[in-house]
């Protein structure tokens, strides 16, 4: 497999139209959203008090369409062609900013609240379509880099967009025909971008359409927790928006009050945190490998955490100067710091939520995708409600701005050890990559001839301990791994194969009842569709090189017939792992950091020429002459 860098694909028809037009969509929400509160809080002479209500109810009217209208959306986009239905969206999308120019110039607030309810629902339908389209386009190497690039087209696009619309609003007269001519322009550009996607077959066409919202609701909240992976990483997501929505929520006060600034210091806290969520998920796909890698999740949180715990120390206690401009800020001593805060929470943020965005596409069953995001929607808005009221609660109860942002950092790390205990890989795919990513620079050949669905057998040389989590982060399918029983027992890695489900085996004169117990094991995985890795050498090589494979392979096959691929790992041979430190006179000490491994993966065999001597023979030509 060739891998090509995410940007490749913004010059791809199968995604650039796609990218566009959601990013587009993103600006023009955001932009109205944020012309309507400039318009209604200084140019209609309403009273404090009236400002603040409709300040109060405004994010209500907008996620209210979340709660009635997800579960339809999520049928809608699984029932019909996902691109028609993306251009009926911004057909909707260019009427409701048609209705908002004509709010903005009569001044009728209660129109305005009736087209932020309708963009709501633009996003509602939107949502579920957004995302089970990428799978279609996108190949499995993709998923990443490709949910990467949508998350930081997102977080930029609701950056400038907020800016944009808010700052041609408070231009005063003028300003509100150079709004609506944004908000209508864009949404004409975002329709005919979204001409150019390429069609997206419907993916349960035959879909019985259930037009009871409540029960839909219900059946969509059992396609979410149906399988406890997909479950715990949309409560990932939905955290990620809690998480969001309390500090965004809290940066207007924290800049006023701590940070001594006005709206071009608010604007700049605002980039900070946008820029950093789009590092964040753009960094994914190169820290991931091109593939769905969960162990950046914990580091994602862990990151926010920290970053987030800091912001409080950096200002416990409100500014002495007020009025500070952007740049004034910038050049205040100590204000560096909550920079580099801000920028880091978004960046760790951002390795938070693209891996379990793909996690969810790349697991969930096609024809019930759109609905499971749908559910995701329903608890994101949720989550959303819950953490406005806990915002409300915590400054009821006398907690300063940085005090909230400490809270919340604590309860990001109890939730997220919570999380990782409920589905242990998150954590065991965390540990695997650290080890991994500290001690090696792995490339990988030909991932593609490991096949995206269905049972298979892996074959692979036995050169270290560190064997099966090599292979483990590499191959993009969870993978079950037979290995030595011993090994198996190392501890700290013990706790990693127990997570990955790994089957222990012993020979027939060690423990026959653990050797029968593990064929029966590989046939039961087999049999559910998983693949299986075994290691047909029997033991770590004492020499470098390959062994003879023993027949066990092929009782494995006698059982179950399924495809067989042979992988070959290059440049293991001498680590600290490896047999080659069990020698007389050698000290197991580590002697290279970093160092260059491959793995290689050849095409899958048929279980009927797959013998223990043929798959040798392929594994000793991948392999080569590097040990």
């Known amino acids: ?25 993103a600006f023009n929400d955001n932009a109205f959203r944020q012309g309507m509160i ?5 140019h209609l ?39 028609r239905l993306i251009r009926y969206v911004k057909l909707f999308e260019i009427a409701a900013m048609l209705m ?31 995302y089970a389209i990428l799978p279609q386009a996108l190949r499995t190497e993709e998923l990443v880099g490709g949910n990467g690039l949508v998350e930081m087209g997102t977080s930029m696009a609701v950056l400038i967009g907020m800016m944009a619309g808010g700052s041609l609003m ?60 997909i479950f715990n990483a949309i409560l990932g997501i939905s955290w990620f928006w809690f998480f969001g929505t309390v500090f965004t929520a809290q940066l207007p006060g924290y800049t006023q009050t701590y940070l001594g600034g006005g ?11 946008s820029v950093g969520v789009g590092i964040g998920s753009l960094l994914c796909e190169r820290l991931s490998g091109h593939k769905v890698e969960i162990g950046l999740v914990p580091f994602g949180s862990i990151g926010m955490t920290v970053f987030a715990v800091d912001l409080f120390f950096a200002r416990p206690l ?81 907690f300063s701005v940085p005090q909230i942002f400490l809270a919340v950092a604590v309860l990001n790390a109890a939730v997220a050890i919570y999380i990782y205990t409920l589905v242990p890989e998150f954590l065991m795919r965390f540990l695997s990559w650290i080890l991994i990513n500290t001690l090696y620079r792995i490339r990988t050949e030909g991932l593609d001839d490991v096949p995206e669905h269905g049972p298979a057998l892996l074959v692979c040389n036995h050169v270290s301990f560190m064997d099966a989590l090599i292979v483990a982060g590499s191959v993009r399918r969870p993978a079950r791994f037979v290995m030595y029983y011993r090994i198996f027992r190392i501890p700290v890695l013990s706790f990693i194969f127990r997570t990955a489900k790994a089957i222990p085996i012993a020979s027939s004169k060690e423990d026959p009842a653990l050797l029968e117990k593990a064929f029966d094991e590989v046939d039961r995985a087999l049999a559910e569709g998983e ?51 069990s020698a007389p006179g050698r000290m197991r000490l580590p002697r290279r950091f970093r160092s260059r491994i491959v793995l290689a993966v050849g095409a899958p065999l048929a279980a009927t020429e797959a013998t223990a001597a043929v798959l040798e023979q392929r594994v000793r030509e991948l392999r080569g002459s590097w040990a």
């Open 1 to 25: 497999m060739t891998e090509h860098s995410q940007f490749t694909l913004l010059g791809t028809r199968r995604f650039a139209p796609f990218f566009a037009t959601q990013a587009l969509g």
């Open 38 to 42: 400039v318009l209604i809080g200084f």
């Open 45 to 83: 002479g309403l009273t404090i008090e009236a400002v603040s209500f409709y300040a109060m109810i405004a994010p209500a009217i907008f996620i209210l369409p979340f709660f009635l209208f997800s579960a339809s959306a999520g049928q809608i986009a699984e029932k019909f062609e996902k691109t």
């Open 100 to 130: 908002a120019v004509y709010a903005f110039h009569a001044h009728q607030v209660w129109l305005l609240f009736v087209v932020l309810f309708l963009m709501g629902l633009h996003s509602t339908v939107f949502g579920p379509i957004k």
């Open 170 to 229: 408070a231009l005063g007269d003028f300003g509100v025909t150079a709004a609506s001519i944004l908000v209508v322009g864009v949404a004409v550009i975002g329709f005919l971008f979204s001409r150019a996607i390429p069609p997206a077959p419907a993916t349960a066409p035959d879909l019985k359409f259930n037009w009871n919202p409540a029960s839909e609701t219900l059946r969509v909240m059992r396609y979410v927790v149906k399988d406890r992976t």
């Open 263 to 273: 709206e071009g210091v608010l604007n700049l806290t605002l980039a900070l945190f």
């Open 318 to 398: 409100p500014a002495s100067v007020h009025g500070l401009g952007a740049l004034e800020f910038l050049g205040a001593a100590g204000n560096l710091r909550i920079v580099f805060d801000l920028i880091f929470i978004g960046l760790f943020a951002g390795l938070f939520i693209v891996p379990l965005f793909a996690l969810v596409q790349s697991r969930t069953d096609r024809s019930e995708l759109s609905r499971v995001i749908a559910g995701n929607n329903i608890l994101n808005a949720l989550f959303m409600v819950v953490s406005a009221g806990l915002g409300l609660g915590l400054t009821a109860l006398g």
């Open 531 to 581: 693949i299986v890795c075994i290691f047909p050498e029997g033991g770590l090589t004492t020499d470098g090189e390959i062994a003879v494979f023993r027949p066990g392979v092929e009782r494995i096959l006698a059982r179950r017939a399924v495809p067989v691929v042979p992988l070959a790992i290059r440049g293991l041979w001498g680590s600290i792992f490896s047999r080659r430190d």
